[in-house]
């Protein structure tokens, strides 16, 4: 048994989902007005310093969450998908996945974005397991409040049930930011793909067995490890 955990935002998908879904919505004329603007002054309070990333994440997929209330699962599902047919997965997603299941991983979505949104890239992608932010569903609706925001620590948590459970002999994991540390710490191997955050630079510089990709290399890069593992 073998895992690959696959973040989302800036990794399987381009873009951040959140900010990307408030523009869209307004389009829509679903949920408040105003969510761009109220995403942009935020972002600004980030690139001020006044705000950590973790503060600007847990802030975007709560608000996101609030737009969901009143509307049932197969609504917002169809709400996604629609988002989704206007936006991107990255082009080497495919051939990464089928490189890697070729040789027996199992690929695991674990992303700060809604469950919602996770389901919907799950399909995209051919995913059978991925987990997201948790929204609170009541008789089949939403209700507008988030019940657990999966970014950073919880992360590591929910990677280390899905290793006790499965008792992998190998695991990689793809990310982009700092959120993904805590998980990129449970994994034999790290894939940061185009950070933004200087510090992730750092990161694949401080540490053994983290490879800084790109679109461009990143397929390349993956089967470097594989012949590398004898895989």
Not at 118 to 136: C, I, L, T, Y
Not at 177 to 201: K, L
Request: aromatic share 12%; glycine share 8%; net charge negative.
């Amino acid at each position: 048994m073998k895992l690959a955990l696959f973040d989302i935002d800036q990794t399987i998908y381009d873009g951040y989902s959140g900010s990307a879904i408030f523009s869209f919505l307004e389009r829509k004329n679903f949920g408040e007005k105003g969510l761009s603007v109220w995403n942009t002054e935020l972002e600004r309070r980030y690139f001020r310093g006044e705000i950590s990333y973790n503060d600007i994440a847990f802030w975007v997929i709560e608000k996101l969450v609030k737009q969901f209330k009143g509307s049932t699962k197969a609504e917002v599902f169809k709400l996604m998908e629609e988002f989704l047919e206007d936006h991107h997965i990255h082009p080497w997603v495919g051939g990464v996945l089928d490189s890697l299941s070729t040789v027996g991983f199992s690929p695991i979505l674990v992303s700060g974005t809604t469950q919602a949104f996770v389901d919907v890239v799950m399909r995209r992608v051919g995913v059978e397991q991925g987990f997201g932010s948790e929204e609170e569903i009541i008789d089949g609706a939403y209700t507008g409040k988030l019940l657990n925001m999966l970014n950073h620590d919880k992360k590591q948590k929910l990677v280390d049930k899905l290793i006790k459970k499965q008792q992998p002999d190998l695991v990689v994991a793809f990310g982009d930011s700092t959120g993904d540390v805590p998980m990129f710490e449970r994994a034999d191997y790290v894939f940061v793909y185009e950070p933004e955050q200087v510090e992730m630079r750092k990161y694949v510089h401080e540490n053994k067995n983290c490879f800084l990709v790109d679109n461009g290399s990143i397929n390349d890069q993956v089967q470097s490890l594989l012949v590398k593992l004898r895989l």
